[in-house]
């Protein structure tokens, strides 16, 4: 069964490629039969191949990791004999606040940029809305609060809530290291990954960026090592690893509204387990609970704060962005529009007229393979709420239709989460007019400084400097280490770290990884690829990599 788990993986892995790269260079796929069977052929053999490869690596490797296998017990640290885990703990934090803290002056007070501008208006304007988290909204408005009142400056209250939660990210960072110095990793992994949390590029940009992901980051981190932590644990007593795990479940959910659905698939793992793994019952009846009463409180939370702002619920579009790609995309290619040579026109006339309803003033003109925002500004919900049943028929009619171009929508939309030669995902904001919008976004909305929030450098020459980096994705200049940085690695990481442990019988932890596996679920049905999407499972991999848990009894 592991043997067809790789070979799968790897036929996934060439046939993204594969097809990420045909749509790079040509834009569409025609999936003519001879083409769509060449491309799984091609698909099978090289995935098959890759497969066995890489079994008969982590085969070796596992070989070769018991040969040099140390009882934890006499395992030695020299430099760090004595050392307690609070010591460790505040240098590792401040080392990497040090590391960040350059940054933060040149761009001070902070990056106002993604939602900031949406929300300081719900703040001004005090009309609150669902769609952007009320909790991180709230956290904005008490940073103004306190700038204005015991400042009499927006930007100082902006730049101490800046401060904080940079401190708060780094010092999460060091509490990961301290778990991994707890489970005796070896000082040097140690030493590498606190040099990957103080100069790795993308945490200097996001620590001081003032976007509720680096939160959920924070509460998604401590929540996976916490429920690590509980599995460990075995059959005990609940213990403070489950009000940690607890504690973190509710946060994420108030920090992302995904939060909640990245969830479901560990809920469903964690109540397989309790159903086939009679041994350990007790331990995953245990977590299962935790889920659901964190669920139930998450959902109380979000709700009171709702009603205590009285926040209008947001717009669901969000959730569409796939569909709206794809009934774009058919209109584009079948709909007889005139936008493309290639247009078919055989799009039925009742397909058309519903979909001229639901994305309004022919906006399907405006699709943009890799962001689904020109469209989705102009969607007509009402359509897929009251007309429920008619949106789904011709959905499900147009997918049978024109298979193809619901793939290529899928494919092209999701690129970046997936083929490592993507470089869309760095372009897709871009824009002549304004800098600012490569992967890693800068650029400060001009209604900003409408509130009183305005750049004040501190380091002028550096910040042209991380500008420029940040602006022409100067990650993407890197020979071969490029590929490390790019958000598509992120996917196969997770993918064969979960194969590895599988394959070692590890199967508890796995479990940890069903979670970063279901929030990755939640960015396929996303608008578009994003840095501060990814963030969280950028930051959490290198600690789930070195987690030394022993398998499963």
Not at 64 to 78: A, D, G, H, I, M
Not at 401 to 411: E, H, I, K, M, S
Not at 480 to 497: C, E
Request: proline share 3%.
């Amino acid at each position: 069964m592991i043997n067809v788990l790789f070979s799968f993986v790897g036929i996934l892995f060439w046939f993204v490629t594969l097809t990420g790269r045909r749509l790079a260079l040509s834009g569409n796929i025609i999936w003519t039969t001879s083409y769509t069977f060449g491309i799984l052929f091609l698909s099978l053999v090289l995935g098959v191949l890759t497969g066995v490869l890489l079994r008969r690596f982590f085969s070796l490797l596992s070989k070769w990791q018991s040969t040099k296998k140390v009882p934890e017990e006499s395992r030695p640290y020299k430099a760090m004999k004595g050392w307690k885990n609070w010591q460790l703990w505040l240098l590792s934090g401040g080392l990497i606040l040090l590391a960040w803290l350059p940054c933060y002056l040149a761009y001070y007070p902070g990056i106002c940029a993604y939602d900031t501008p949406v929300q300081l208006e719900q703040i001004m304007s005090e009309a609150y809305n669902t769609h952007h988290p009320i909790a991180h909204t709230l956290l904005i408005e008490w940073a103004l609060n306190l700038g204005k009142n015991l400042f009499g400056d927006i930007n100082t209250g902006v730049a101490i809530f800046i401060f904080i939660q940079m401190t708060i990210l780094a010092y999460t960072m060091a509490g990961g290291i301290v778990f991994l110095f707890r489970k005796q990793v070896s000082e040097r992994r140690l030493l590498l990954l606190l040099l990957l949390c103080m100069f790795y590029p993308f945490h200097k940009y996001m620590s001081i960026s003032m976007t509720k992901d680096v939160f959920f980051t924070v509460f998604f981190l401590v929540q996976m090592l916490a429920l690590q932590q509980c599995i460990d644990a075995g059959e005990k007593s609940p213990g403070r690893c489950d009000v940690i795990f607890f504690v973190c479940t509710v946060g994420m959910q108030l920090f992302r509204n995904n939060g909640r659905y990245a969830l479901l698939l560990l809920v469903a793992v964690l109540t397989l387990a309790v159903i086939l793994d009679k041994k350990g019952r007790k331990r995953w009846r245990r977590l299962t609970i935790n889920c659901f009463a964190a669920l139930l409180v998450g959902t109380v939370v979000l709700k009171a704060l709702s009603a205590g702002t009285h926040a209008v619920e947001g717009d669901k579009r969000e959730m569409l962005s796939v569909p709206i790609q794809q009934l774009a995309r058919c209109m584009i290619y079948h709909g007889g529009v005139g936008v493309v040579p290639e247009d078919s026109n055989t799009m039925e006339e009742k397909d058309k007229a519903l979909i001229n309803e639901f994305l309004l003033g022919e906006s399907y003109k405006l699709y943009e393979p890799g962001i689904s925002d020109p469209v989705k500004r102009h969607t007509n919900t009402y359509v897929v709420r009251f007309r429920t049943a008619e949106f789904v028929q011709t959905y499900f009619r147009l997918m049978f239709q024109y298979p193809g171009d619901f793939l290529n929508a899928v494919l092209a939309l999701d690129a970046g989460y997936m083929y490592l030669g993507d470089e869309s995902h760095a372009r897709v904001n871009e824009n002549e007019e304004f800098q600012g919008l490569g992967y890693v976004q800068t650029r400060w909305d001009g209604m900003t400084e409408d509130y009183g929030l305005y750049k004040d450098s501190k380091w002028n020459d550096l910040h042209e400097k991380l500008e420029q980096w940040a602006d022409e994705n100067g990650y993407l200049k890197i020979p071969v280490i490029k590929y490390l940085l790019v958000p598509g690695i992120l996917l196969w990481a997770y993918l064969l770290l979960l194969l590895y442990r599988l394959a070692e019988k590890n199967y508890k932890g796995c479990v940890v990884l069903v979670l970063a596996l279901g929030y990755f679920a939640t960015l396929f049905l996303g608008p578009v690829v994003q840095l501060r999407y990814v963030y969280p499972l950028m930051t959490a991999f290198p600690f789930l990599l070195w987690n030394s848990s022993r398998k499963t009894d």
